[in-house]
């Protein structure tokens, strides 16, 4: 498989300030079923300050910003029909430059799992009655016909950033 134009040190300078961010915008989610536009904000804000840095070229780094666009407004086509918030939308528009360079294959897996895994553990923890009666008044346990997808979001990012920690070979 081609390697990632991210760096282990590289990835883990981003995953310093996107970790705290993505568990904000999970946790935010699965409580009010709604990712704070400041967590977006936050989060649009790695790749300005530290792609610079980490992406090898300028011109990788600027492939992050329109990676961006293109994912906010095909985020927002597909808000329009309703399958997917506005939060996680923008969300997605967000984190997307993080990925720019990565391999196409590896992130359509970790994509795969991270969705299916957060819909699974979600309602794992939703049929746990210790974890329900911690978090009484989390919306998501509720409100069966959605889904807090800001969940799965932050693991995708958390996921990418991990796995281009980790040691190959």
């Keep these: ?26 946790l935010s989610d699965m409580k009010r079923m709604k990712i704070p536009n400041a967590s977006v904000l ?17 011109s990788i780094w600027f492939w992050g910003f329109a990676l961006m666009a293109i994912v906010f407004v095909l985020g927002f086509l597909i808000y329009l029909t309703g399958t997917f918030g506005a939060g996680d939308a923008k969300f997605s ?8 360079g990565g ?19 979600h309602r794992l923890l939703r049929s746990i009655p210790a974890i329900r009666n911690a978090t009484p008044d989390w919306e998501s346990w509720t409100k069966r016909r959605y889904f807090p997808f800001g969940l ?3 693991a995708i990012v958390i996921i990418y950033l991990l796995a281009a920690i980790w040691p190959q070979g």
């Design 1 to 26: 498989m081609p390697e990632s134009i991210l760096s282990p040190t590289d990835a883990m300078i981003l995953l310093v300030p996107v970790l705290p961010i993505a568990i904000w915008a999970a």
């Design 42 to 58: 936050a989060m649009a804000a790695v790749w300005p300050a530290l792609g610079w840095y980490v992406a090898p070229t300028l």
């Design 93 to 100: 528009a967000a984190m997307a430059g993080i990925f720019v």
């Design 103 to 121: 391999n196409i294959g590896e992130i359509l897996l970790i994509i795969f799992f991270s969705m299916i895994g957060a819909l699974a553990i």
């Design 152 to 154: 799965a979001l932050s």
